[in-house]
Every structure is written in C-alpha cells, then in structure tokens.
C-alpha cells in the first residue's frame, strides 16, 4: 500500500511541475543557505586554527607596550633585552626556550632580480619554540651566532622571487647594504593568522640584524616556548611577575608589556567565529519556516481541487488513513525534493566560495543531514494538517462539490 501511495503522490507532484517547484523554493533556499552558511563558518573556524597553531602551540608572545589600541602621549614603554631573554630562561618553571627578536625591513637583490621582504633577526631557539622545518640547509651555529655572521635562512616567497624557485643554499645575495650567504631554506606556511605572508622573511643571527640594520640591541618581541607538562596560566603568572621586577613596575601600576597565549587567541577567535555562524544560520533558518508555511498552503489548495477525487475513493472503500498517508507522503516528498536540490545548491556554492575566499572545501556530513531531516519533518509538520483535512471529508459532500 505504502508504494502505490508514493506513486499516487509523485504523480500528482509531476502533474503540476512548476506549481510544485514553486512550492518547494522555499524548502531549498532555507536548506541551501543554512548548510552554506554552516559549511562556511567551520571552513573559516578550520583556516584560522590552521593560521594560528602555524604560529605554533604552547607559545607566549611578549612585546612591550600595553596591547592592541592602547596607548597615547606617554612615552613608549622600553624594549627587552638580553638580560630578559636570560632570566625568563633561567628563572622560569616550564619554559623551553627563548627566541629574541628584532626585525627590520630591506630590498634583496640578487641577479638583477629584487624583492622588498622582513628581515627578523633571532637564534636558533626560534626553530626550537616553533618548529619550521627546513627544506635544505641548515640552522645557525653557535660560532656565527656568537659573532653576527652575515649568514640566512630565506622563506619560499623570497626564494621564488630572487631565485625563480631553484636551490639557493650556497648563493649569496644583497639585503639592503650587506652581503648575505644563503645556508637554509624553510618549508612553506602560507598566509598568517592575521594577514600577511609567513613565507616572505630572512632570518638572520639576531647580532646581525642588531648591528648592521636597526643600530640598537633592543629586542622587541619575545617568543617564549611552555612544556605541556605545565600549567600555562601559571607560567603566564610567573613571567608577569618576573617581567614586573625587572622593570620596576610596582603597586598597581600597570604592565608595560603584553603577553599573548597562542591557545587563548585561538579559543577566542573560534568561539567568537562558531556564535556568529549560529547567528547567521539561525536567521536563514527561518525561510525553512517560510517555506513549510507555503507546501501546507498548496496541500490546502490541492485538497480543495481534488475534492471530488477523495469523495470517489471514500466512496469506493478507500479508508481514511489511506487518503491522510497519500496527502502527507505528498507533502514529505515536496520537502525532500526540496531538500536534495537545496544540499546541491549548497555544495556548489560552498566549493564556489571557498574557492573565491582561499578557504579548505569542507563537506560536512552532520550538518548536510540534519539539514535534509529538518526539510523532512517539516514535511510532516506542515503537510498534516491538509492531510488531516482531506481525510476527514465526508464522502458525499465530497462527491457534490463543483
């Protein structure tokens, strides 16, 4: 009974192709924008993570000042220096390694070829805190760490510019008025969490980019590595109080520095990125709504029409359950064709845009499925009603009705 009954309502369906499409517009904008939508927030959610655990995990980041958008007319608050790097590292429960930095910007030219890049000058603890593999090469040893030898490690952006792609260990080239041997090459990371590519940089002995680019031993960033077998709020706490000390910050004056937690940034931004995506898809989520309103809306019109139809069957033996089964399968198949059409929409929307946007293509079973169950029960829900309807006529005023 249950096929006849599909048949009788795929019949009908195909009976009044456009009335039926239109019927089911809602169904599948309401399913394609919420599944678009979702795919779409868990594809960025997905790219930031990317973005930020490439900055490395278990990571502090020190910089003086007092954070992003603060400031004014006082005066800028003093850089580290390599007394800081020492006591952080000798002085500090849980901390691996720290990497000092100072970075300055230059043109490097090799073979008439030239390319403007960041020059961040730091120490072998840099590939400790935040492992970057190197493609071919080496790192730095402690001989030309110790003197400020003119000696580099060169991103792929900067490798591909000067060196059309081809090996460059060996090679020497110009960065802004020193002559620099190429003794490494990293491997790529792409875009960074915040914009900007990680690949367009020369790392150089941070003595070296000391003396012969910024003229000052002043260190301006401090990446500080935490063992996981610590608490890294704590060790977060220690490194405020220690930083706090040697910079003679007393009573309730506050830091004039930040510490940022690659963890904490990237919790923040997921969480703040996940509501925002809830939001939107809550909002587009009410066209579903809309459009279970319109399939309930025609079942209505389509029982009126088929009045006489229902009053024939009734007559003729058929039960009341078997006319409300037809009328609601009628509905529910409405709603899932509905639903398959707006999944495919989605899916070529999803692969559209984060082919446009540079986001990971993501195909996410849960959401596609509770998308194609929630048009179906919507189905249901909103198909009962008419079927109840047509079930409850009496079959001979169904018979004289015109």
């Not at 110009?174 to 790529?188: A, F, Q, Y």
């Not at 939107?280 to 459009?291: D, N």
């Not at 398959?340 to 849960?366: K, T, Y």
């Amino acid at each position: 009974m249950l096929g006849t009954t599909f048949l009788l309502a795929i019949r009908s369906i195909l009976r009044h192709k456009l009335r039926s499409f239109l019927t089911t517009l809602g169904i599948i904008i309401g399913v394609a924008a919420v599944v678009t939508i979702s795919t779409l927030g868990q594809a960025t959610t997905s790219a930031v993570q990317s973005n930020i655990a490439s900055l490395g995990s278990n990571i502090l980041q020190v910089r003086p000042g007092q954070g992003f958008g603060r400031g004014g007319g006082g005066p800028r608050p003093p850089d580290f220096d390599e007394a800081d790097v020492e006591g952080i590292r000798d002085q500090i429960a849980g901390v691996t390694a720290v990497a000092p930095q100072a970075q300055s910007a230059a043109t490097a030219i090799y073979n008439g070829a030239n390319w403007s890049t960041t020059i961040n000058g730091t120490t072998n603890a840099y590939f400790t805190v935040q492992p970057w593999p190197l493609v071919s090469g080496r790192t730095f040893t402690p001989a030309e760490e110790a003197a400020g030898k003119a000696v580099c490690i060169i991103g792929n952006t900067v490798r591909t510019n000067l060196f059309a792609g081809g090996e460059a260990v060996g090679s020497r080239f110009r960065i802004g008025n020193v002559s620099c041997d190429v003794i490494g090459t990293l491997s790529t990371r792409g875009q960074a969490g915040f914009g900007g590519d990680q690949d367009d940089v020369v790392i150089m002995p941070i003595k070296t980019v000391q003396r012969r680019f910024t003229g000052t031993r002043d260190i301006r960033l401090m990446l500080v590595g935490v063992n996981p077998a610590y608490d890294g709020g704590q060790v977060q706490q220690s490194l405020t109080q220690l930083l706090r000390e040697r910079r003679n910050i007393s009573g309730g004056k506050e830091d004039d520095f930040n510490i940022f937690d690659t963890a904490q940034i990237s919790a923040t931004i997921t969480s703040t990125t996940t509501l925002l995506t809830t939001i939107v898809s809550a909002v587009a989520a009410i066209s579903l709504l809309v459009g279970g309103i319109g399939i309930m809306n025609i079942m209505l019109v389509s029982v009126t029409e088929r009045t006489r139809e229902i009053g024939i069957r009734l007559a003729i033996g058929a039960v009341a359950s078997e006319v409300l089964l037809q009328f609601l399968v009628e509905a529910v198949a409405l709603s899932c064709l509905g639903g398959l059409i707006g999944l495919l929409i989605a899916q070529a929307a999803v692969a559209g845009l984060s082919l446009a946007s540079d986001l990971p293509f993501l195909f996410v079973p849960r959401v596609n499925a509770l998308a194609f169950g929630v048009s179906a029960l919507i189905g249901v829900v909103f198909g009962y009603f008419p079927a109840r309807r047509a079930a409850s006529l009496n079959p001979i005023d169904a018979l004289r009705h015109e």
